[in-house]
């Protein structure tokens, strides 16, 4: 393989799927998003030689700058398609609130969350991962999380509090309720 198409590939491999969610994340629609992430790529193969090593910070910036924009751009068409749709339009394209959401949409979301919260809890040690999962994913209490851990009720409390604050701080977020609305 030459040196330009490893590189693609690894950009690939590495950043496809976050790619993925940061555009879901702003579109909502799964082929919308699908196409953000080809028109990305696309973006980045004419840009590809100003890109130096794909896992470096600044890569892992200019992707989201990349995905960010181009979703952003694909989300402002949508607005602008559906002013000039007809009152006659939206009453045929309306979802009646009674309609069951849709299973791969809520596995979506799911799976979003689910990588969000993965990159969030990179910058805790593993007790402290143990604790937050133990807390937020199985609901137990601070005593039960103590008597898994091996260590006393009041530092299972502490410890958790300090990995919220650390993971809020990680995703920029000023508050608890920002820190899971994903």
Known sequence: MQPAQEKLHTLYKIYEKPMYHIAYA?????????DAVSEAFCRVIANLHKIGDPESPQTRQYMIQIIRSTAISQYRKNARESDRRSPWDDKFLQIPEDAPPCPLE??????MRQAVLAEMMEVLNETDRKIVLLRCQENLS?????????IKEAAARKRFERARKAMIKQKGVTSYEQLFSV
């Open 26 to 34: 702003i579109l909502h629609h799964t082929q919308q998003t699908e």
């Open 106 to 111: 809520q596995q979506e979301k799911q799976a």
């Open 142 to 150: 601070f005593r039960e999380i103590a008597r898994q851990c091996g």
